[in-house]
């Protein structure tokens, strides 16, 4: 003896989910019946189960999920190079351990010495490198638009200069 006919709410169901998605397995553990059954009636409704579109949805979810733990860890990266960049003018403390009797020593001055400065630039360096390759910069960024602000409000600044030496200028000249 075979299993039940499927009723109406079966195959509404199996309409339903193929609808939302879902695959012939998902569909059979969904309202408990075998995957041939499903399968039966989602041909009897012409619904169809693509695997090459199924798989390259999925492709393409993972690839967005993938894209997004890279900016993260992208912004991530230059929040480290900015805090290794501040350290290079920050107060630290500067130790050696050695001598005959292998003791230690330390001092605290008010930025680190050039070594520590080196080594703090190379590691803020490759945090960025890192962070830019993991997503890199898009054209059409904005650069160009930031560099003629800039270039707008350096030819603003001069024409002040040049206008207050002139003014300057005069003022020597009053009697």
Do not use: C
Not at 63 to 85: F, G, H, P, Q
Not at 115 to 122: I, P, S, T, V
Not at 130 to 138: F, G, T
Not at 148 to 174: P, R
Request: aromatic share 2%; hydrophobic share 40%; charged share 30%.
């Amino acid at each position: 003896m075979g299993a039940a006919p499927l009723d109406d709410d079966e195959i509404q169901a199996i309409r339903d989910l193929h609808a939302q998605g879902l695959g012939r397995n998902e569909i059979a553990r969904a309202i408990g019946r075998g995957t041939r059954t499903v399968s039966v009636h989602a041909a009897d409704m012409g619904l169809a189960f693509d695997r090459a579109e199924m798989t390259e949805t999925a492709t393409r979810v993972r690839a967005a999920d993938l894209a997004e733990k890279r900016a993260i860890l992208a912004e991530a990266l230059t929040d480290d190079a900015l805090r290794l960049s501040e350290q290079m003018w920050q107060p630290a403390k500067v130790f050696n351990i050695g001598g005959k009797d292998n003791t230690y020593t330390d001092k605290d001055v008010p930025e680190p010495p050039a070594d520590a400065k080196r080594a703090l630039m190379g590691a803020a360096g490759m945090a960025i490198d890192r962070s830019l390759k993991l997503v890199p910069p898009v054209h059409g960024d904005g650069a160009d638009e930031a560099r003629s602000m800039v270039g707008k409000i350096m030819t603003g600044l001069a024409a002040i200069y040049e206008e207050q030496q002139a003014a300057d200028e005069g003022a020597g000249d009053a009697p």
